[in-house]
């Protein structure tokens, strides 16, 4: 029986930065054509994922590298071997990479200059590039449908996800002109009902709202929803405000018209009949 083996301490060729006991899984690898000779540098976080991603790719006679690629379709997968070189932490992956691009100048690397892997690094104009090329290429295809159970692990992972502005941003600019479906109107009803906004989410409201014009099928709506309903109770002091509003301004032939008729079939109460008089003597319209 053999002792087992010390665990291996391993650190990062470049800061020497502590990484783990067992097994290296971030730093700079090799894929070796054992026949040729020929290999590839690469770097990554997560080696044993990269090399199936890249495996993966040849497999499906899709990688991106059509230098390797022509020489695993030659050879065959088993003449290649996969290796990490050196362990390197996530910070130091790309100087570490660099440094064995320039020490090899391996013959597969089409680029001698270690790049930044993923979209977080591409361009926007790169990604638009991209977008527009999935969407080409689903267009006409039926759309994908989640089944119920992923929709809910979808929506579990989602909850509590802080956005940043420009994310929500771009989500409400998507959502602009898509008409919600009968039972998501539902949902947001009974979301509603009964939750009181505080005074600046009600200010915020107000301002999104200011200037913003509902159309005569809306107007309609709102109207015939409030018929036989209190009123919201006004203030004093809103009541003041409408009423020096209303000064001096002059009311067009038609709204005046409306009025009069009216006022021809509403009857005062004494009460106001009274104050009617009272303002009359007391001075606001007096000459
Ligand atoms: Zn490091």
Known sequence: ????????????????????????????????????????????KDAVRRWKEHRAAFRSNRHANRHIQNSWNKHGEDAFIFTLEEDACVDCLLPAEQSHLDRYAPSFNIAPE???????????????????????ALAGRPGHLHTAESRQKISASNAGKVRTEAARLKMQERRIGVPLSESAKLKLSVYWVGRVFSDE?????????????FTDEQRQRMSEQRKGKPGRPISEETKEKIRAKAIGRTKSPETRAKIGAASRERRHSDETKRRIGESLRSGRYAK
């Open 1 to 44: 029986m053999s002792a087992p083996a010390e665990a291996k301490r391993i650190t990062c060729a470049v800061c020497q930065g502590y990484l783990g006991t067992l097994v290296g899984t971030s730093g700079v690898y090799r894929i070796t054509n054992r026949i040729t000779g020929d290999f590839y540098i690469g770097s990554t």
């Open 201 to 213: 989410h009600r200010k915020k409201l107000a301002a999104a709202r200011l200037g913003q014009k």
């Open 114 to 136: 270690a790049r930044c892997p993923g979209p977080r690094f591409r361009s926007i104009e790169h990604r638009r590039k991209i977008g527009a090329a999935v969407k080409a």
